[in-house]
């Protein structure tokens, strides 16, 4: 059993930066991949980005690609997400999420999702 918890919500201009931080507790934290998803309002949720557990590769979205940047650190059980040039269609809830699978990219193949935390842009 893995319990995720998203921190680092936060409101920020267009262009500006903001990190999240999802903290894992329970067995075996460094087999999983970790990945992100976020949802907008009226939205299905959708794939951010994807951190595996070897910390070898990682694979993104193409709307976010270039400006977010995902680590992880096995020894404190965390995973980041550096979003950098923000935009209003960043806008979301976002999801940390914990899978046994490689690279996953579909909701379907993680095991533990945290709570979300909201992430608002103003334009």
Wanted: aromatic share 14%.
């Amino acid at each position: 059993q893995v319990q995720l918890v998203e921190s680092g919500r936060g409101l920020v201009q267009a262009g500006g930066s903001l990190r999240l931080s999802c903290a894992a507790s329970g067995r075996s934290f460094s087999r999983y991949a970790m990945g992100w998803f976020r949802q907008a309002p009226g939205k299905e949720r959708e794939f951010v980005g994807v951190i595996n557990w070897s910390v070898s590769n990682t694979y993104y979205a193409d709307s976010v690609k270039g400006r977010f940047t995902i680590s992880r650190d096995n020894a404190r059980n965390t995973v980041y997400l550096q979003m950098n040039s923000l935009k209003p269609e960043d806008t979301a809830v976002y999801y940390c999420a914990a899978s046994r699978s490689y690279t996953p990219d579909e909701e379907y193949e993680y095991d533990y999702w945290g709570q979300g935390t909201q992430v608002t842009v103003s334009s």
